[in-house]
């Protein structure tokens, strides 16, 4: 089976970093899209920014600039690198990932148990 687990969440204060990663186990065969989705308390989970196997990437414009996707294939990981935070960050972020598990089967998408991150003003 696969698992994904976040790490790196936190309390900061506004202006600070946080460093997001989302590790895959398991039975992996390749991982093709890669995303970071965040859910505030009372708003519907949004998508925060995502990379694809050719490390294209696309951001929320509420985010573009202040946050950097990155992944790395060999270790099956991806980060989310974020600066400049704001009080309005402040939600559960979720990664979230395309995963083959093996040459005959298809792609299956898969979450990860989700990370707080709580930015203080």
């Known amino acids: 089976q696969v698992q994904l687990v976040e790490s790196g969440g936190g309390l900061v204060q506004a202006g600070g970093s946080l460093r997001l990663s989302c590790a895959a186990s398991?039975?992996?065969?390749?991982?093709?899209?890669m995303g970071w989705y965040r859910q505030a308390p009372g708003k519907q989970r949004e998508l925060v920014a995502t990379?694809?196997?050719?490390?294209?990437?696309n951001y929320a414009d509420s985010v573009k600039g202040r946050f950097t996707i990155s992944r790395d294939n060999a270790k099956n990981t991806m980060y989310l690198q974020m600066n400049s935070l704001k009080p309005d960050d402040t939600a559960v972020y979720y990664c979230?990932?395309?995963?083959?598990?093996?040459?005959?089967?298809?792609?299956?998408?898969?979450w990860g148990q989700g990370t707080q991150v709580t930015v203080s003003s």
């Open positions: 979230n990932e395309d995963i083959r598990s093996s040459y005959w089967r298809s792609f299956s998408n898969y």
């Open positions: 398991g039975s992996i065969f390749s991982i093709n899209a």
């Open positions: 990379i694809i196997s050719g490390n294209g990437t």
